[in-house]
């Protein structure tokens, strides 16, 4: 059974700077897909980038492309979420999740995805 657990979200003004990580244990990471979401209060959960298996292949919800960058340690187990320029309506949950993948490819569907964390807050004040 593999556990993620994120960490590094928090309160930043807009404009600023925030790298979130999730980190693997159960299982070895360099097996799996991964993904970024999240979710704002009254609202589905989105996408918001992705890595391949491989890590050759990354991509990234129009919102956040040019602003967020996805990567993958498998070494240490751990995917980051590098977050910049962050605005107001970047607020919300973010939650990796993990999926064994048949493709190297991005996935972005949520139900593509087998293994979620637990979430990390961020909050973007203006």
């Known amino acids: 059974q593999m556990r993620l657990v994120e960490s590094g979200g928090g309160l930043v003004l807009a404009g600023g700077s925030l790298r979130l990580s999730c980190a693997a244990s159960?299982?070895?990471?360099?097996?799996?897909?991964m993904g970024w979401f999240r979710q704002a209060p009254g609202k589905e959960r989105e996408f918001v980038a992705g890595?391949?298996?491989?890590?050759?292949?990354?991509d990234y919800a129009d919102s956040v492309k040019g602003r967020f960058t996805i990567s993958r340690d498998d070494a240490k187990n751990t995917v980051y979420l590098e977050m910049n320029s962050l605005k107001p309506e970047d607020t919300a949950i973010y939650y990796c999740?993990?999926?064994?993948?048949?493709?190297?490819?991005?996935?972005?569907?949520?139900?593509?995805?087998?293994?979620w964390g637990q979430g990390t807050q961020v909050t973007v004040s203006s």
């Open positions: 999740a993990a999926e064994l993948p048949y493709a190297d490819r991005v996935y972005y569907r949520p139900n593509e995805y087998d293994s």
């Open positions: 159960g299982r070895n990471l360099r097996n799996y897909a």
């Open positions: 890595i391949s298996v491989n890590g050759g292949n990354t």
